[in-house]
Antibody, heavy 122, light 109 residues
């Protein structure tokens, strides 16, 4: 059974940093692209970032480019999102999602985690 | 960045048929945009219903179908059930820049 479990969400001050993790199990982690999607309170879904199965290609929304970094560790089956220079508008539930294939630019989500809440406030 | 547009809200009667659409500010939506459709109920994570325009996940009820219609991606629900009341999001790829639509709140009433 495919499972994705996010962690790392917390209250952080504007300008601060945070690293989110997504522990994957139930599938061959190194075979699938992975993605992060967020949802601000009461708002719609927003694509954040994606990474190919081998980590060689990454994609970012303009809103997070140069502030967030996506990475993956196949030895621990974990996806990461390093978030820096956090702004109030980054406050959201962050979901990790498994890509349907290996390429992040064509293979979007089939399975989703339950999300982790990031709150940006002073 | 491209803008993806969806109807803000739609209502369908139980047993009825409704079509949700997903348009692109850059022009016609094609299969090359790899359209996806997701369902989200309050307090839950999204669930993938349709990928690559019209392909279904193993858990997607047969009453949901995806297509291209009039230059847009479309999600058709035939024989609506009360449990289909939810928010529906489409997602389009612009060469790796994935963009969600604003969502359609579907009411079954």
């Amino acid at each position: 059974e495919v499972q994705l479990v996010e962690s790392g969400g917390a209250l952080v001050q504007p300008g601060g940093s945070l690293r989110l993790s997504c522990a994957a199990s139930g599938f061959t982690f190194s075979s699938n692209a992975m993605h992060w999607v967020r949802q601000a309170p009461g708002k719609g879904l927003e694509y954040v970032s994606g990474i190919s199965s081998n980590g060689g290609s990454t994609y970012y929304a303009d809103s997070v480019k140069d502030r967030f970094t996506i990475s993956r560790d196949s030895s621990t089956n974990t996806l990461y999102l390093q978030m820096g220079s956090l702004r109030p508008e980054d406050m959201a539930i962050y979901y990790c999602a498994r890509g349907r294939g290996s390429r992040a630019n064509t293979a979007m989500a089939d399975y989703w985690g339950q999300g982790t809440l990031v709150t940006v406030s002073s | 960045q491209a803008v993806v547009t969806q109807e803000p809200s739609l209502t369908v009667s139980p047993g009825g048929t409704v079509t949700l659409t997903c348009g692109s500010s850059t022009g016609a939506v094609t299969s090359g945009h790899y359209p996806y459709w997701f369902q989200q109920k309050p307090g839950q994570a999204p669930r993938t219903l349709i990928y690559d325009t019209n392909k279904k996940q193993s858990w997607t009820p047969a009453r949901f179908s995806g297509s291209l219609l009039g230059g847009k991606a479309a999600l058709t629900l035939s024989g609506a059930q009360p449990e289909d009341e939810a928010e529906y999001y489409c997602l389009i790829s612009y060469s790796g820049a994935w963009v969600f639509g604003g969502g359609t709140k579907l009411t079954v009433l």
